[in-house]
């Protein structure tokens, strides 16, 4: 019997359906449908929604890494060019390879010359002849030794194979040995390719095939270097000397922006909500405070290795010396480094959790900006000179730096009430007072007990002195009142407000000294600067700098009748 619509009965059949349907995942046109095709409908469906999802990521996916190696590219476009030119290499190996009428058996050992221009084409031009170097040195060294012990063995007769083993062995062991010495790092290559070249030329057979692995091994890696070189160093070379050079100039620059950051910050009373956590592990963040001296800090062995690789780079550009000085570089760049870290000490006072009062830090507002623009206006200057490659002029560049800092301390010495507790001060100098004033009055007692004894004797002798006032009083006069010092007791009824009172002292306390150490930090910096400009100085006279271009006169624009004028001059 069905059920009335709008029955107790109907809408409790009602609602029992919409449970089952829920339940079973069951669409409003699948209430005919049995549950073995509801469930493997439901299959279907789920795969393939996992497979259109995945697809879907799949091609996303793709489209953000097209899109991340084309921003790449345009923003450093000799990327690109490398690339080409280690695919141009690659072919004109290959084209070489295939000429078969020079050498016949040159396939059989074309692997080499593809293997050299892998490994030896770098993005700059003295990586790129580092490497070569090394795999020459390792390659001919480690060719005419396995020649000789290859020889050599021959009288060995049926120990043969075992002079071959123990001679692997020792060269295997000398050569890994040696390449952990610290001043043989720099050919760490040459020393694996020695090995390498070392053993297949010894277990490569007879004498007769000796001879021929050690040829046409030496003959393809020296047409892969050769290709390298010329294709990387004719067309559109990249040297890493330049590199280190724009580095060094990014460096001040990015320095000098940290310092006005951190000082016009600090005045402003800049505070973090809460820490970037990248910026509590030190790692890249886009705060420009930040990321100023962490670059400058943190370009040591970028700088080294771009050091090792333009010593190897011929003469080019502005760069017309030989053994020029690129070590000067990377020492005025551990100069910066010094002057970097106590711009890190800086920020750190404002990531501190004790702040300093704003009313405090605006007492010497005007001084520690004028030492701060100071500052910054130095590190432009020396990064300008460092990349246009000019000597400084003769007048002194730290002069105005160093009276800034010199009326920096000035203020410090006048309003330094302002960075300590006065008040315990104050305590301290009245206990002294108190301790001078008591051992004052003891010594006058001992004074007048030997008075009155003296007086006592004269009386005695002399008796008709008796209406003479007595010495001590007279003495006495001489005496400077002092009032007593009456210290505060700590009463136990009160006590969490006496510790209370107790802990904001001493927060106030602490957070005059952190205005004292940021200006103590800023004079140090301007210190710092000194041997900055040493290092700059030894940088120019070795690499020869030019000397600093006088700006011209300026001259008042020449108007139209004016130059009227000298022409009807001229022609009179």
Known sequence: MSAKIGSFRHSFAERSKERLLSRKG????????TDDDASEDGIKCRCFRWIS????????????????????????????VFAAKMGLSLALVSLVVFFKEPLSNVSQYSIWAILTVVVVFEFSVGAT???GFNRALGTFSAGGLALGIAELSLYAGAYQ??????????????????KLYPKLKPYEYGFRVFLLTYCIVLVSGTSTTFFRTAFYRLVLI?????????????????????????LVVKNFKGLATSLEGCVSDYLQCVEYERVPSKILTYQASDDPVYSGYRSAVQSTSQEESLMEFAIWEPPHGPYRSFNYPWKNYVKVSGALRHCAFMVMAMHGCILSEIQAPPEKRQVFASELQNVGNE??????????????MERLSPEGILFEVHEAAEELQMKIDQKSYLLVNSESWAAIAQRKELQDSENFNEVKDDENKVINSLSEVCDAQNPNMGTNPPMQEWISSENMSRNPVSWPRMSFHNIESTLGLQESKVYESASSLSLATFASLLIEFVARLQNLVEAFEELCEKANFKEPVEPPIGKGEVGFWSRLSRCFQLKR
């Open 26 to 33: 069951y669409s409003d046109f699948g209430l005919n449908s």
């Open 53 to 80: 999802d995945g697809v879907i990521n799949f091609w996303t996916n793709l489209q953000n890494i097209f899109i991340q190696f084309y921003d790449m590219g345009r923003k450093d476009p000799r990327k690109a």
């Open 129 to 131: 002849l580092n490497k």
């Open 161 to 178: 194979e075992v002079i071959i083993v123990i001679s692997i062995f020792i060269a295997g062991f000398c050569a890994s040995y040696a």
């Open 222 to 246: 020296a047409v892969g270097a050769g290709i390298c070189l010329v294709v990387n160093v004719c067309i559109y070379p990249i040297w890493a000397g330049e590199d280190l050079h724009k």
């Open 375 to 388: 500052g910054a206006k130095v590190l432009r200057k020396l990064g300008d000179k460092v990349e246009k």
